[in-house]
């Protein structure tokens, strides 16, 4: 009897892979929804920039980071599926020019439809795209400025939305944009523990390797808690997503004493995150941006 064999996935099954579809609602949903609360209307900008924030943006985001981070992803048994990609060498440089190819109509299209403020806001978070995992900056080796450019990945999209948009930029949501970023910097953070092993071992420094996997996952309870306290300075009803970060806290909370070498179990806390992120983290940004453009 014959062995089958079964193939290679091809390039465009791990480029798919590569982009994380689990995650793409992260970074789309924030520029539609503050796009969408401040003009009211469905226009060009809306659609060319919810595509791009959707797809373009998450393949560049992941995808040099799998590119750049292979030979630790290799050692990292949790690398090859809905966590992260694990492209093999030979797909690298097709990789990188999909990812940046992908962007180039985009990033042009919404340089025509906006103005220089915007300009420098896209130009910010595509530099964070890249600064993170490329060699020469990786971002993602500073500890604390990691999760700084990490949050602002998922924070920056709201921005430009705004920025686009033309929103009124009152205290108000200046401090739901601040605790938006304390969300992202807590979500990173936590996701930092599960690696602290693998990391260490190829060479790799994170907040949660230099600062140790209990005390970053107080500095992320502490971060969540942070976003719920900034969100009780909105008037009703934008104040009530401050209870949103009670789920966030509950799922860190387990492993408030995890040590270093125990570190990888908060990978089941991780997993939850995942999924909890979509009833609770796109739910505040909702209720926030409806509230500052004044939607009831």
């Not at 097709?94 to 180039?104: E, H, I, K, P, R």
């Not at 970060?245 to 070498?261: C, K, N, R």
């Amino acid at each position: 009897m014959r062995d089958v064999v079964i193939g290679e996935p091809s390039l465009a099954r791990r480029l798919l892979l590569a982009s994380r579809p689990v995650s793409w609602i992260n970074t789309a949903f924030p520029f539609a929804a503050a796009m969408l609360l401040t003009t009211g209307q469905v226009d060009a900008r809306l659609i060319i920039g919810t595509l791009f924030f959707l797809v373009p943006y998450n393949l560049a985001m992941y995808g040099i980071n799998d590119v750049f981070d292979y030979a630790s992803d290799a050692q990292n048994p949790r690398k090859g599926g809905v966590e992260g990609a694990l492209l093999p060498p030979s797909t690298h440089r097709a990789t990188l020019l999909w990812s940046v190819g992908l962007l180039v109509p985009f990033v042009v299209a919404l340089v025509a439809l906006g103005g220089p403020a915007s300009w420098a806001v896209l130009a910010v978070s595509l530099f964070a795209v890249v600064a993170y995992s490329a060699r020469g900056l990786r971002f993602k080796e500073v500890p604390v400025l990691d999760s700084i450019t990490s949050s602002t990945h998922f924070v920056s999209p709201a921005v430009y939305g705004l920025v686009l948009a033309g929103a009124d930029w009152t205290p108000q949501l200046w401090a739901i944009l601040v605790a938006f970023f304390c969300w992202g910097m807590a979500s990173h953070a936590f996701g930092a523990v599960q690696d602290v092993v693998p990391d260490r071992e190829g060479g790799i420094a994170s907040i949660a390797t230099v600062l140790g996997a209990r005390a970053t996952v107080h500095l992320a309870i502490g971060l969540w808690a942070a976003a719920g306290a900034l969100m009780l300075l909105a008037p009703w009803p934008a104040s009530a997503a401050a209870l949103v970060a009670v789920p966030y806290i509950a799922l860190a909370a387990p492993f408030w004493s995890i040590t270093d070498e125990g570190s990888a179990a908060a990978n089941r806390g991780w997993r939850r995150f995942l999924w909890v992120n979509y009833a609770c983290g796109f739910l505040v940004t909702m209720v926030c941006i409806a509230w500052a453009m004044g939607v009831r």
